[in-house]
């Protein structure tokens, strides 16, 4: 096999057995890999209702076919499992080594099942497979775990490990690659902590074989040239997301004061993109990649000067900056690391701080009930004490750590109207009341509140598609859905196909150069609408329907105050309509389940993966 | 002689360099098998290693078998007479003497003929052959 590997690798880590699965090439032409392949084995080896935190949950890390080759953006891994914060399907992205090492190792994908029995690093070398003892640094914080990981041997390993947050089972738990790059959404930390796993390390030393290898090289150049000839490459090049600051901010769509307002006024000039430009030491690629997009940054002033990490990437400055109402980046960057060395997701903590500041301000919380802590917006040192609870489910932090949901269901008194999440994921950085298609796409998103599945914005705010209304968006939601779909299942990260920019249909060609598949962008887009109703399959056997696709009160019933979107309200109705169109699209029922024509359609049978 | 040259301050260590060389010297993805490294390092990445083209090489002199010759490019390796002992890797002090993970031969960057393909790749111009 071109390309793939063909194998999965399965480990059943409470009878420390392996096994090789072979993934037929019928299945793989069929879901391609990464999100596509992920749906369909999850699917086929999840038991339904299981707790995700329990040894039945199974955690999978997957690569594509243009994994660790030269394809632009081929450095990802994809982690799929049951969201223990959502208790839906989980597909979580990061890049780091390990992602093309799982190849050279010899295998598309790992499988864990079951519990180890005691805390432990998972080793694969080859064809080697170990469980080794964990208890050196079971408890230490993610960045010290993976130095002594990586101390190890003398080579280079692909590495993935959880801190603190991921140990204490924190819903909201991060999973790190590399230090800095994380698999945050969704809780995947946890699922891993459950596992007993503190981290897992891969090295290969095979070869990827490669359908067409002297062509995929000779693909490089003009992938340069589009790059140099595109200003919006540029830009991404020299800034890195904080540009997208500058865009979401005068959008009127920047998450400010938990969502109260989309404009932190003035804030280009200290979170946005020449502020962090100031900051920045060093641009940093991921594996293969032309465009180098992220920035390590050490803050030059501030109360927290000198604190150095990579990023923050924009989320980061949204909800741990603006939507905490803080200014000085310096205590942005120290937020950052501090949620990366305890393995923790940023978006997530931004919301949930957040939403305890607003709790506080309108007096719903009293300083007794955060544990002595004042909870202003703007009060940074604060926000960094209640991150370090959140990862040691201390005090107040063991309530934070099941999410923003959770925390208001506990405190009731129509705080509800505020929580910002969706199928109790919180919100990314983008206020869907200045762009309404965001608002369906969040709702539609499988794994809850995302903006990498489909963003509306991109249009909605940079193009010529009207923001405020419903109009017509459910199909630019599925459109932009199917797109990222194949990106993430090929699998690739979605910036060089926006800022290179690198069509599907090179991309196509890319697959074809790796694998000798020939498939066409329509064939590509009819396989993401089949993987779309695959994974919508999964959620609703999990008992998801139309009633958990929802929007925050606050998102269908008050208007945002300022900006461009001020006054403009989207609606219960209007926002149910946008639903039921994206529904009929998909070919699912009124109730959001997928019709039995549907399943025929894209020829979705069940059970393939289920003796595994 | 012309040699390979590191800008260390505009590598971002995307490792395109092992890539490319690795398809340019052996058809293959693999960059284990690759004459030139990027060294990992956080969170300021790493630059690559290559081979310097030491006018007195460490490597050679280390080379109980002569098996380390120069020709009118560069340095390179006569696997005629190379028995793997790796006394070249160890005597190198640059590390920039590297092991084929497919067949444990030691390798050095042999300059492409002239046409260093992993300079011709690098995206940021963090290498430069002059």
Same mark, same amino acid.
């Given at each position: 096999?071109?390309?793939?590997?063909?194998?999965?690798?399965?480990?059943?880590?409470?009878?420390?057995?392996?096994?090789?699965?072979?993934? #037929?090439?019928?299945?793989? +032409?069929?879901?391609?890999?990464?999100?596509?392949? !992920?749906?369909?084995?999850?699917?086929?080896?999840? +038991? #339904?209702?299981?707790?995700?935190?329990?040894?039945?949950?199974?955690?999978?890390?997957?690569?594509?076919?243009?994994?660790?080759?030269?394809?632009?953006?081929?450095?990802?891994?994809?982690?799929?499992?049951?969201?223990?914060?959502?208790?839906?399907?989980?597909?979580?992205?990061?890049?780091?080594?390990?992602? #093309?090492?799982?190849?050279?190792?010899?295998?598309?994908?790992?499988?864990?099942?079951?519990?180890?029995?005691?805390?432990?690093?998972?080793?694969?070398?080859?064809?080697?497979?170990?469980?080794?003892?964990?208890?050196?640094?079971?408890?230490?914080?993610?960045?010290?775990?993976?130095?002594k990981m990586k101390e190890m041997f003398n080579e280079?390993?692909?590495?993935?490990?959880?801190?603190?947050?991921?140990?204490?089972?924190?819903?909201?738990?991060?999973?790190?690659?590399?230090?800095?790059?994380?698999?945050?959404?969704?809780?995947?930390?946890?699922?891993?902590?459950?596992?007993?796993?503190? !981290?897992?390390?891969?090295?290969?030393?095979?070869?990827?074989?490669?359908?067409?290898?002297?062509?995929?090289?000779?693909?490089?150049?003009?992938?340069?040239?589009?790059?140099?000839?595109?200003?919006?490459?540029?830009?991404r090049m020299k800034y890195g997301t904080p540009f997208t600051l500058d865009i979401t901010n005068s959008a009127g769509m920047l998450p400010t004061y938990n969502f109260q307002t989309g404009v932190f006024k003035g804030a280009e000039d200290f979170l946005g993109a020449e502020a962090v430009y100031d900051n920045i030491i060093a641009d940093r690629a991921c594996y293969g990649c032309m465009l180098a997009c992220s920035k390590v940054v050490k803050a030059k002033k501030g109360e927290f000067i000198g604190e150095v990490v990579e990023g923050p990437e924009y989320e980061t400055l949204g909800l741990l900056g603006s939507n905490l109402g803080i200014k000085d980046l310096s205590s942005v960057v120290l937020s950052n690391k501090l949620c990366d +060395?305890?393995?923790?997701?940023?978006?997530?903590?931004?919301?949930?701080?957040?939403?305890?500041?607003?709790?506080?301000?309108?007096?719903?919380?009293?300083?007794?009930?955060?544990?002595?802590?004042?909870?202003?917006?703007?009060?940074?040192?604060?926000?960094?004490?209640?991150?370090?609870?959140?990862?040691?489910?201390?005090?107040?932090g063991n309530l934070l750590a099941e999410g923003v949901a959770a925390v208001a269901k506990k405190i009731k008194k129509g705080t509800e109207k505020f929580a910002m999440h969706s199928k109790k994921l919180e919100f990314p950085a983008y206020d869907p009341r200045a762009a309404f298609g965001a608002a369906l796409a969040y709702a539609v998103s499988p794994r809850g509140a995302c903006h990498r599945r489909a963003w509306p914005p991109a249009i909605e705010v940079l193009g010529n598609i009207p923001p405020f209304t419903v109009e017509g968006k459910a199909e630019i939601v599925k459109d932009m859905f199917d797109e990222n779909t194949i990106y993430h299942s090929l699998l690739v990260?979605?910036?060089? !196909?926006?800022?290179?920019?690198?069509?599907?249909?090179?991309?196509?060609?890319?697959?074809?150069?790796?694998?000798?598949?020939?498939?066409?962008?329509?064939?590509?887009?009819?396989?993401?609408?089949?993987?779309?109703?695959?994974?919508?399959?999964?959620?609703?056997?999990?008992?998801?329907?139309?009633?958990?696709?929802?929007?925050?009160?606050?998102?269908?019933?008050?208007?945002?105050?300022?900006?461009? #979107?001020?006054?403009?309200?989207?609606?219960?109705e209007n926002f149910e309509k946008m639903l039921t169109e994206y529904y009929s699209i998909r070919g699912w029922d009124e109730s959001g389940i997928p019709k039995s024509e549907t399943l025929k359609k894209y020829g979705i049978?069940?059970?393939?993966?289920?003796?595994? | 002689m012309s040699k390979i040259k590191v800008n260390s301050n505009k590598c971002t260590g995307c490792m395109i360099c092992e890539l490319v060389c690795s398809i340019a010297k052996n058809e293959e993805v693999?960059?284990?098998?690759?004459?030139?490294?990027?060294?990992?390092?956080?969170?300021?990445?790493?630059?690559?290693?290559?081979?310097?083209?030491?006018?007195?090489?460490?490597?050679?002199?280390?080379?109980?078998?002569?098996?380390?010759?120069i020709n009118d490019v560069s340095?390179?390796?006569?696997?005629?007479k190379c028995t793997k002992c790796m006394k070249c890797v160890k005597a190198c002090p640059f590390n920039a003497v590297f092991i084929d993970v497919k067949d444990g031969k030691p390798i050095i960057c042999d300059l492409c003929n002239g046409d260093p393909q992993c300079v011709k790749y690098c995206p940021k111009g963090a290498l430069t052959y002059k």
């Open positions: 096999m071109k390309g793939y590997l063909g194998k999965l690798l399965k480990i059943n880590l409470t009878t420390c057995e392996h096994e090789e699965i072979v993934l #037929p090439e019928k299945t793989l +032409k069929k879901y391609i890999g990464g999100r596509g392949l !992920g749906a369909k084995l999850l699917y086929d080896m999840l +038991k #339904p209702g299981v707790d995700p935190l329990s040894e039945d949950n199974v955690f999978i890390v997957l690569t594509g076919p243009l994994t660790g080759t030269l394809a632009p953006g081929g450095s990802k891994y994809v982690v799929i499992t049951k969201s223990p914060a959502t208790g839906a399907f989980l597909d979580s992205y990061s890049s780091g080594i390990i992602a #093309p090492e799982i190849k050279f190792a010899g295998y598309d994908g790992i499988a864990l099942t079951g519990k180890a029995k005691e805390p432990s690093i998972l080793k694969i070398y080859n064809k080697e497979v170990e469980l080794i003892s964990a208890k050196d640094i079971w408890g230490k914080d993610a960045f010290e775990a993976e130095t280079k390993w692909g590495t993935m490990v959880i801190g603190p947050a991921g140990e204490n089972l924190v819903k909201i738990a991060s999973i790190n690659s590399d230090y800095y790059r994380q698999a945050a959404r969704g809780g995947g930390g946890a699922v891993l902590g459950s596992k007993n796993i503190k !981290g897992i390390m891969v090295r290969g030393t095979n070869e990827i074989k490669i359908n067409n290898v002297k062509q995929m090289l000779a693909m490089q150049e003009p992938a340069y040239k589009k790059l140099k000839d595109s200003q919006i490459g540029q830009v +060395k305890l393995g923790l997701d940023t978006i997530s903590v931004g919301n949930v701080i957040g939403f305890i500041m607003e709790c506080y301000e309108k007096g719903l919380l009293k300083k007794e009930d955060i544990d002595g802590l004042e909870m202003e917006f703007g009060n940074s040192k604060n926000a960094h004490i209640l991150i370090k609870k959140i990862a040691y489910r201390e005090g107040i990260c979605d910036f060089p !196909g926006k800022f290179i920019p690198i069509t599907i249909e090179d991309y196509s060609k890319y697959l074809e150069i790796c694998t000798g598949f020939n498939f066409t962008e329509k064939d590509l887009y009819f396989i993401a609408e089949r993987i779309e109703t695959q994974i919508r399959l999964f959620n609703v056997r999990e008992g998801f329907s139309r009633k958990d696709d929802s929007m925050p009160y606050r998102i269908t019933n008050e208007p945002l105050p300022e900006g461009p #979107p001020a006054g403009k309200i989207i609606g219960k049978e069940v059970g393939d993966f289920l003796d595994v | 693999n960059p284990k098998r690759a004459r030139i490294r990027v060294k990992e390092a956080f969170p300021i990445p790493g630059s690559p290693v290559v081979c310097s083209q030491c006018k007195k090489p460490l490597c050679r002199e280390g080379c109980p078998v002569n098996a380390i010759e340095i390179t390796i006569n696997y005629d």
